[in-house]
């Protein structure tokens, strides 16, 4: 009698999808790492707060191109990946099998990040389409409330690294090395080194959920202090 190709229980099928989920919840965080690094790469040299009204105008007007794909394309993408990587770092800062209060952190943190986000791209999307049509003030007003998203940002970078970090050093999770580097940039989004910290954002996204995501055969020894 041969056997039956496929035939598989049905709930082990069920187990080895809910896994290869799991696995790609963090390594989300890679792809939002390599996003996030794009969009500020097309975007370094936007307008602030106290550059002048007809610079902002011509700045936005220059690069409609660019924002098109940073804040219709990139933003919205990276607004999705941190929803599945705040999930996944959710699940791995679980305690003693339980959830914990660091991975709710961090998952709102998550979702906090993401609305940021999605706001970005709406306002560069207004921004652009308002520059196109030669609406000057609605282009200074838009520009005037997106160099203001650093608000927003740092709190919720500040609860997502903040609340892995402590909550990695309790169940091993991550390195030590690499929690204590999460813990530093963490803080530094609740100072004035915000704007630097905020630079190691995407390769700290990179390293984490490239770490998070391997396949571990056993459960990691927590770090005792």
Same mark, same amino acid.
């Given at each position: 009698m041969q056997p039956v190709v496929g035939s598989r229980n049905p709930k082990e099928r069920e187990l080895v999808v809910s896994d290869r989920f799991d696995r790609f919840l963090p390594f989300a965080g890679v792809?939002?790492?390599?996003?996030?690094?794009a969009g500020l790469t097309l975007t370094y040299s936007i307008p602030n707060s106290e550059t002048a009204f007809d610079e902002t105008f011509s700045w936005w007007q220059d690069n409609r191109g660019q924002h098109q794909i940073s804040g219709l394309l990139?933003?919205?993408? /990276? =607004?999705?990946?941190? /929803?599945?990587?705040?999930?996944?770092?959710? %699940? %791995? &800062?679980? $305690?003693?099998? %339980?959830?914990? +209060? $660091? +991975?709710s952190v !961090?998952?709102?943190? !998550? *979702?906090?990040? !993401?609305?940021?986000?999605?706001? *970005?791209?709406?306002?560069?999307?207004?921004?652009?389409? =308002?520059? $196109?049509?030669? $609406?000057?003030e609605a282009v200074y007003a838009l520009s005037q409330l997106?160099?203001?998203?650093?608000?927003?940002?740092?709190?919720?970078?500040?609860? /997502? &690294?903040? =609340?892995?970090?402590?909550?990695? %050093?309790r169940n091993g999770v991550l390195p030590s090395p690499l929690v204590w580097a999460t813990i530093v940039i963490g803080a530094s989004q609740l100072t004035p080194l915000g704007f630097l910290g905020s630079l190691l954002i995407p390769p700290w996204l990179i390293v984490v959920g490239l770490w998070l995501s391997r396949r571990r055969k056993a459960s990691p020894e927590p770090i005792r202090s």
């Open positions: 792809l939002a790492g390599l996003l996030l690094a990139l933003a919205p993408l /990276v =607004a999705l990946m941190l /929803v599945f990587f705040g999930a996944g770092l959710q %699940r %791995r &800062l679980r $305690h003693d099998s %339980r959830d914990s +209060g $660091h +991975g !961090a998952f709102g943190g !998550a *979702i906090l990040g !993401a609305t940021g986000f999605a706001l *970005i791209g709406m306002l560069e999307g207004a921004a652009t389409n =308002a520059a $196109h049509e030669g $609406h000057r997106h160099s203001y998203d650093w608000l927003a940002f740092n709190a919720s970078w500040a609860a /997502v &690294l903040l =609340a892995t970090g402590l909550g990695a %050093r």
